[in-house]
């Protein structure tokens, strides 16, 4: 920028200098007319005055010449630099938009997702396996109820059970004393039997 802006304020300089010595030319050149001798229609001019006026215009060309040469390399150097600006601009362009695809997107098995889809698979994974969890742990406890019940019922069946077998037990305890007893009288009515023959 300060580059360009010194390369405006010299060729102001330079136009205003080169208007400056375009006028002194012309004035000179007025100048020698006016006091020139007039023979018929033709001016009369002396060589001295003449050559003066040439080598001036010469003078006034190489530095004119020179000026352009100097413009015309300050604008080589300035477009030089213009194109490492724009370089530079094309470099940080494409650094912010990788670092934009950097901040918004995330790689995720060798392919760039963006982070809102990431975020929102996220979620729903995170969410699924919530649900998972949930669904078990409420299973279990179901389960866990279910179990508690039929423990319960077993307990009672066994109870039941034991109770059974014992009363069982009992009464063929019982029928067996009975039976021995029936046994002990039938031997006994056979004795008295033969005892009696």
Do not use: P
Request: include cysteine.
């Amino acid at each position: 920028m300060k580059h360009i802006i010194s390369l405006l304020f010299l060729a102001a300089v330079i136009t205003i200098s080169k208007a400056d010595s375009t006028q002194n030319l012309l004035q000179k050149f007025k100048t020698i007319q006016q006091t020139s001798q007039t023979y018929k229609d033709y001016k009369v001019i002396k060589m001295q005055l003449l050559n003066s006026w040439t080598n001036e215009i010469d003078h006034f060309l190489s530095s004119q010449n020179e000026s352009i040469k100097k413009l015309q390399e300050e604008n080589l150097q300035l477009k030089k630099q213009l194109e490492l600006f724009q370089n530079d601009l094309a470099a940080t362009k494409a650094n912010l938009k990788n670092q934009e695809i950097v901040q918004t997107h995330v790689s995720f098995a060798g392919f760039d997702v963006h982070k809102n889809t990431w975020l929102i698979f996220c979620g729903i994974m995170i969410s699924a396996a919530i649900a998972a969890v949930s669904f078990f742990v409420i299973r279990n406890q179901v389960l866990a109820v279910k179990l508690s019940h039929k423990k319960q019922e077993l307990l009672g069946v066994s109870s039941e059970y034991e109770n059974l077998k014992q009363r069982s037990l009992e009464k063929q305890m019982k029928l067996s004393r009975e039976l021995q007893n029936e046994r002990n009288k039938l031997e006994q009515l056979k004795l008295e039997m033969r005892q009696s023959f």
